[in-house]
T-cell receptor, first 114, second 118 residues
Framework: NAGVTQTPKFQVLKTGQSMTLQCAQD?????MSWYRQDPGMGLRLIHY???????DQGEVPNGYNVSRSTTEDFPLRLLSAAPSQTSVYFC?????????????FGSGTRLTVV | AQSVTQLGSHVSVSEGALVLLRCNYS??????LFWYVQYPNQGLQLLLK??????LVKGINGFEAEFKKSETSFHLTKPSAHMSDAAEYFC????????????????FGAGTRLAVHP
C-alpha cells in the first residue's frame, strides 16, 4: 500500500516556466487536496477535490490550476512560475465525509523558482 | 467556526526533559482533534487523534495528549524527550461535513518546531 505518492521530490524552475506536480493515492479516497508550507505560515490550502470532475479553490489558489479526471490522481499545475511560489507542496487525501480518519499526506515536493 | 492556536512557534528542551506542546481550539460542535508530526524533509505523519471516548489518547513514540473540553485544549506531552523527537508538530481540528458541504476538512495550526538538546 503506497499511500499518497508525490513526484518530483525536488524541482528548480525559472520564472515564467510551467510545470505539473503529480499526486497519486491508492486508498480510494474521494477527497484530495494541495497545501503549501512556508516558514512561519503553517499549511495553506491551495485547491481541493471531493471526487473525479469536482474541484474547488482553497485559501491561496492564485497561480495554480488543478483537475481531477480519476479518483487516484490530482495534479497541481503552475502556469507561469513566480519566485513567490517557492515553497514545499504537500498533497493530502482522505475519505469523504469521515472526519475521524484525518488526512494522509504525501512526502512533499520542494519547489524553488529562480 | 473552527480554529486552532498553537502557543509557541519554537520550543526547546533538553534530552530527557518533559515535552509540552500547547494547542487550543475553537469549535462550534464536539471536535475531532489531531496531532501530526513532520520530521525534517518529510511529509506529515499522524501522531495521535481524539474522536470520542477516553480523553487521554496515546500515540506513537511515547506521545500522548489530553482533550480538555473546559479548557478547549489538546496539549501534546511526552515524559522524556529524545533527540529523535526533534521535528515540527501540527495540531488540527476537524470541520464536520455538514458545515463544509459534505466533505472532510481539517484546519491546521501554524506548527511548533521542537528542538531537543543533549
Amino acid at each position: 500500500n503506497a499511500g499518497v505518492t508525490q513526484t518530483p521530490k525536488f524541482q528548480v524552475l525559472k520564472t515564467g516556466q510551467s510545470m505539473t506536480l503529480q499526486c497519486a493515492q491508492d486508498m480510494n479516497h474521494e477527497y484530495m487536496s494541495w497545501y503549501r508550507q512556508d516558514p512561519g505560515m503553517g499549511l495553506r490550502l491551495i485547491h481541493y477535490s471531493v471526487g473525479a470532475g469536482i474541484t474547488d479553490q482553497g485559501e491561496v489558489p492564485n497561480g495554480y490550476n488543478v483537475s481531477r479526471s480519476t479518483t487516484e490522481d490530482f495534479p497541481l499545475r503552475l502556469l507561469s512560475a513566480a519566485p513567490s511560489q517557492t515553497s514545499v507542496y504537500f498533497c493530502a487525501s482522505s475519505y469523504l465525509g469521515e472526519v475521524s480518519y484525518g488526512y494522509t499526506f504525501g512526502s512533499g515536493t520542494r519547489l524553488t523558482v529562480v | 467556526a473552527q480554529s486552532v492556536t498553537q502557543l509557541g512557534s519554537h520550543v526547546s528542551v533538553s534530552e530527557g526533559a518533559l515535552v509540552l506542546l500547547r494547542c487550543n481550539y475553537s469549535s462550534s460542535v464536539p471536535p475531532y482533534l489531531f496531532w501530526y508530526v513532520q520530521y525534517p524533509n518529510q511529509g506529515l505523519q499522524l501522531l495521535l487523534k481524539y474522536t470520542t471516548g477516553a480523553t487521554l489518547v496515546k500515540g506513537i513514540n511515547g506521545f500522548e495528549a489530553e482533550f480538555k473540553k473546559s479548557e478547549t485544549s489538546f496539549h501534546l506531552t511526552k515524559p522524556s524527550a529524545h533527540m529523535s523527537d526533534a521535528a515540527e508538530y501540527f495540531c488540527a481540528v476537524s470541520v464536520p461535513p455538514h458545515l463544509t458541504g459534505g466533505y472532510n476538512k481539517l484546519i491546521f495550526g501554524a506548527g511548533t518546531r521542537l528542538a531537543v538538546h543533549p
